[in-house]
C-alpha cells in the first residue's frame, strides 16, 4: 500500500512511504505534535518530521495516535500488506561457516552486542530527510527477507540487499549520518560500518575489503566510506546492505530506484 500525501483526509498528519513489510514510512505534523505508533512515543524534529518502519514479518494491522500543540487528539490506523519471500539455497559451504564452534559462539555474541547498541541509537539529527542512494552499482545477488538454506539447513532470513562487485570497488554512504560503528572484522560481517541516519534509522555496510571511515565522523551521501570484499561470513566479493529502524529490519531496495542498469547493458 502506496502512501502519499494525506493532508486532504487529515490535515495535521501527511505520511509517505510503503505500509508494506519492510517499508519505510515518513510522516510530517504540525510542530509541537507527539505521534505514537501503536503506543510507542516516536521522536518527531522541530519541523514535524518523524519515520517508523515495518519489519519482515511486521503484523497487518497498526496505528498512530497524535497529540497536537492544541492539547487534541486524532488516530489513524494503518494496514500493513503482507509480502512472499524467496528460497535461496546455498550448499558446499565448510562446516565453521554454517555451525560455529564455541569459542565462535562467544565473539558473536559479543559482537551482536555492539551491533545492537548501534541500532538501538536515537539520535536527534534527521540525516534521513535527503533520502537514499544505492551504496554501490551492480547485480543484486541477494534480496531482502529470503530465506536462505545453508547445506540444506533452514537459517535466518536474509535482511539485506546483496550487491555483487569486483573487490577493491568503492562503497559509498548510501545517505548521511553518523559513523555509529566501524569494525574491520566482525565474525559474520567482516568488515563493517554502521550509518547513523537519524531517528533509529540505520545502514549496515559489511564484507568490506577495506573501512575508510572513523567512529563519529559525520559522512555525506556518495561519500567514500569502504571498498568491496569477501570478509567474514561470505562466498565472493559484494555489498551486503542492510537498513535497521531501531530492532524493526527494513527493505533497503525499497529506498532507491532500480538498480542503473550497466553501461552499454
Do not use: C
Request: glycine share 12%; proline share 8%.
Amino acid at each position: 500500500m502506496l502512501l502519499a500525501a494525506t493532508a486532504a483526509a487529515a490535515q495535521d498528519l501527511r505520511l509517505a512511504g510503503e505500509a508494506v513489510q519492510g517499508g519505510l514510512i515518513r510522516g510530517q505534523v504540525p510542530p509541537g505534535t507527539e505521534v505514537r505508533l501503536d503506543g510507542r512515543a516516536l521522536r518527531v524534529a522541530a519541523d514535524g518530521l518523524f519515520v517508523f518502519g515495518f519489519g519482515r514479518d511486521a503484523k497487518p494491522d497498526h496505528s498512530l495516535a497524535l497529540r497536537l500543540p492544541d492539547g487534541s487528539h486524532q488516530e489513524r490506523s494503518l494496514t500493513v500488506a503482507k509480502r512472499s519471500y524467496r528460497v535461496q539455497r546455498i550448499d558446499g559451504l565448510a562446516p565453521r561457516m554454517v555451525t560455529p564452534d564455541a569459542a565462535a559462539l562467544v565473539r558473536i555474541r559479543r559482537e551482536n552486542g555492539w551491533i545492537a547498541a548501534a541500532r538501538q541509537r536515537d539520535t536527534p539529527e534527521p540525516h534521513f530527510a535527503a533520502g537514499f542512494a544505492w551504496p554501490l552499482r551492480g547485480p543484486i545477488t541477494g534480496v531482502f527477507g529470503s530465506q536462505r538454506i545453508l547445506n540444506g539447513e533452514p537459517r535466518r532470513p536474509h535482511y539485506g540487499v546483496d550487491i555483487a562487485g569486483p573487490r577493491g570497488k568503492p562503497v559509498l554512504s548510501p545517505a548521511a549520518g553518523l559513523v555509529a560503528l566501524v569494525e574491520a572484522d566482525l565474525y559474520y560481517t567482516g568488515g563493517t560500518i554502521i550509518i547513523d541516519h537519524g531517528h533509529g534509522l540505520t545502514s549496515v555496510l559489511s564484507h568490506l575489503s577495506a573501512v575508510l571511515v572513523k567512529l563519529g565522523e559525520i559522512v555525506e551521501q556518495g561519500q567514500l566510506v569502504g571498498r568491496v570484499g569477501a570478509s567474514g561470513r561470505a562466498t565472493g566479493p559484494h555489498l551486503d546492505w542492510r537498513v535497521n529502524w531501531f530492532a524493526e529490519r527494513l527493505d533497503p531496495a525499497r529506498l532507491v530506484p532500480p538498480m542503473p542498469k550497466p553501461e552499454g547493458g
